[in-house]
C-alpha cells in the first residue's frame, strides 16, 4: 500500500485572513475597517503577499493559527503513527480504529522499509514474519477472538490512515522537526508530500515549510553534538582495541564521524521534492552563527 496524501481542504482566502489578522496587530484601525479596505479592492493582492512575507520574516507565528489544513493520509505504518500523534498543539486527528475495523487477508498490506528489501535475506525473513502474523491473526478472528485482542499480534508494520486537521504555525513546527535529515524516512516522506500538496494551493507560503535549519527557517541547525562526539570516542577506541588502522592515534577523522557538522549550504531535505526521498543520511546542516559580544 503506497503512502498517500491528499489536501482534502483549507481556510478560504487564507492570504486575506492572514493579512487581517496580521493588520489587527499593527494598524490603529479596527478589523473592521481592515477587512473594509480588503473587501472594497483598496489593498491590492500583491500588497497583501508582500506584506505577508515580511511578517513571517520576523517570526511573528500566531497569525498563523487562523490558517488552517485538512489532510488524509493512508498507507503509513503504526510506527510512524506513534510518532505523529506525539503533535498535540493545533492539530487534530482521526486515525483508523484497530478495534472496529478487522483487517482482511487481501488488505493486510505491511509497511516494509527498504532496508529489509535491500539486505540480503532478511526481506524473505520479513515476508515469512508478515505472512505468519497474517495467519495468526486471521485465525484468530475465526475463532471468535474479537478484534480488540487479536490486535494484539499486529506489530508496528500495520499500515493506518489518518484525516488530519491542522494550522499552518503547528504544520511549521511539524516541518522543523519531520523533514530534519535526523528525523525517520517514513514520517520525513509524508510531511514532504504534505508540503508538496501546500505548495500547488498556497506556493506564498509553502515554501516555508523546511527543516528548521532551511534559509526561511533558523538558518542553521541547533541539534546538539555531544552525543555524536561520544559515539565517534568509543567507536575509535573500540577500533583500537581491535588493532583498527584508524585507531585513537591513526588518522584523523572526518566529517559525521569526527562529531562536526560539516559546512555548507541548506540542506537537501529543505529544497527537493518527495520523488528523491529519502535525502542522503550526512548532514549538511549549517554550524550555529557565533554568540554575540
Known amino acids: 500500500m503506497p503512502l498517500e496524501v491528499t489536501l482534502i481542504d483549507y481556510a478560504r482566502d487564507p492570504l ?4 487581517g489578522a496580521y493588520r489587527t496587530c499593527y494598524t490603529p484601525k479596527t478589523p473592521g475597517e481592515v477587512w473594509a479596505e480588503i473587501g472594497d479592492g483598496r489593498i491590492a493582492a500583491s500588497t497583501i503577499r508582500d506584506f505577508i512575507q515580511e511578517r513571517l520574516k520576523t517570526g511573528h507565528a500566531s497569525p498563523l493559527e487562523q490558517v488552517v489544513f485538512w489532510f488524509g493520509i493512508s498507507g503509513v505504518s503504526r510506527s510512524l503513527s506513534h510518532q505523529f500523534v506525539r503533535h498535540r498543539i493545533g492539530i487534530s486527528f482521526e486515525q483508523q480504529s484497530q478495534r472496529y475495523v478487522k483487517y482482511r487477508e487481501d488488505r493486510l498490506d505491511f509497511v516494509t522499509p527498504k532496508t529489509w528489501e535491500k539486505t540480503p535475506g532478511m526481506h524473505e525473513e520479513y515476508d515469512r514474519l508478515m505472512k505468519e502474523i497474517t495467519r495468526v491473526y486471521q485465525l484468530a478472528l475465526e475463532k471468535g477472538i474479537p478484534a480488540e485482542d487479536a490486535r494484539f499480534v499486529l506489530p508496528n508494520a500495520t499500515p493506518t490512515n489518518f484525516q488530519v486537521m491542522v494550522n499552518f504555525a503547528e504544520l511549521l513546527h511539524i516541518a522543523d522537526l519531520r523533514l530534519c535529515w535526523r ?6 516522506h509524508m510531511v ?3 508540503r508538496r500538496e501546500i505548495m500547488k494551493a498556497i506556493p506564498e507560503i509553502g515554501g516555508y515549510l523546511q527543516p528548521k535549519c532551511g534559509d526561511k527557517r533558523t538558518g ?22 581491535w588493532g ?5 592515534t591513526g588518522e584523523r577523522a572526518t566529517g559525521e564521524e569526527s562529531g562536526r557538522r560539516p559546512r555548507g549550504r541548506m540542506p537537501s531535505c529543505a529544497r527537493h521534492e ?10 549538511p546542516c549549517r554550524s550555529p552563527p557565533p554568540p554575540r559580544r
Open 183 to 188: 528525523a525517520q524516512w517514513e514520517i520525513r
Open 220 to 241: 542553521y541547525c541547533d541539534e546538539p553534538v555531544k552525543s555524536e562526539r561520544s559515539r565517534t570516542r568509543a567507536t575509535r577506541t573500540r577500533r583500537a582495541s
Open 192 to 194: 514532504a508530500l504534505m
Open 244 to 248: 583498527h588502522p584508524r585507531s585513537l
Open 274 to 283: 518527495p520523488s528523491t526521498w529519502p535525502p542522503r543520511s550526512s548532514s
Open 16 to 19: 486575506t485572513k492572514l493579512y
